[in-house]
Structure formats: structure tokens, C-alpha cells
């Protein structure tokens, strides 16, 4: 009985393993848009450091002082919009990640119910086969003793 229990829920079981390795799979892919928004708002910061240093160090007429004035603030809010970019990012990926833990532990518990309903399943055919060799046994001392 336990047999049929585990074999009607091996399908499930698998399917469970199929969703929790894409989530996996999802997961890696946004670790990795993290990891770039990352690396995106980092390079950011570093120009709108380097060009704020050269506008302090060198000499400019007031003409190329606006326009590299407002290069830096177009800097500053690519930086800004990439700092978005990049918590998004980290939210997709913590759902991603909450979404993986949760059905990695689904998969988890049905192999744990499986493996379960398996060795229910051994431990009932080891007593039947136990049973049936007692009755042999008895059925053969019988028909020894009432053959004497």
C-alpha cells in the first residue's frame, strides 16, 4: 500500500524538483542584474568624482564651466536613476530568493514523505514475507506431526 502511496507521489515530487531548480535558476540570473547595476552605479560615482575633480583643478571660462556644470549634474542624476536600477534589482532578487527557499522546501518535505511511504512500504513487505515464512514453518510442523 505504501508503495502505491510513494509511486502517486513521485510525479509531484519531481515536479516540486523541477520548480525549485528553475527558481534556482532564476535566482542565479538575479544575482547576476544585481551584481551589474552594481558595477553600472559604482563606475557612475567614480566619473561624476573624477570629472567634479577636474572641474575644481582646472581653469575654465564661464562658458565650459556651465556646460561641464550641467555634464556633472547629468551625472549625478544617472547616478540617482542607477541607485534605483540597483534596489529594484535587490528586491527582485530577494523575492526571487524567498520564492526559491519556499519551494525548495516543498520539494524537501514531498522527498522526506516519499522516502517515508518507501520504507513503510519495505518494513510491510519484510513482515509479510516474515509472516508467510511463520506460516510455512507452522503449516510444515503440522503436517510433519500429524503425519507421525
Known sequence: MSTRRADRLKPVQLQAA?????AAIQ???????????RVRLSELRD?????????????MNMGDLLDYRLFLQRL???G???????????SAF???????????????ALSQVVLRYQQEAQT????????????????SARRRDGGE
Open 18 to 22: 523541477r520548480n525549485a531548480e528553475a
Open 27 to 37: 535566482l542565479a540570473e538575479l544575482s547576476r542584474a544585481v551584481e551589474a547595476a
Open 47 to 59: 566619473w561624476e568624482q573624477e570629472y567634479a575633480q577636474r572641474m575644481q583643478e582646472g581653469t
Open 76 to 78: 549625478s542624476d544617472a
Open 80 to 90: 540617482q536613476a542607477q541607485q534605483r536600477v540597483l534596489q529594484e534589482a535587490e
Open 94 to 108: 530577494q523575492s526571487g530568493r524567498t520564492n526559491w527557499l519556499e519551494l525548495r522546501a516543498r520539494q524537501e
Open 124 to 139: 510491510e513487505a519484510a513482515r509479510r514475507e516474515q509472516r508467510d515464512a511463520d506460516e510455512f514453518a507452522s503449516s
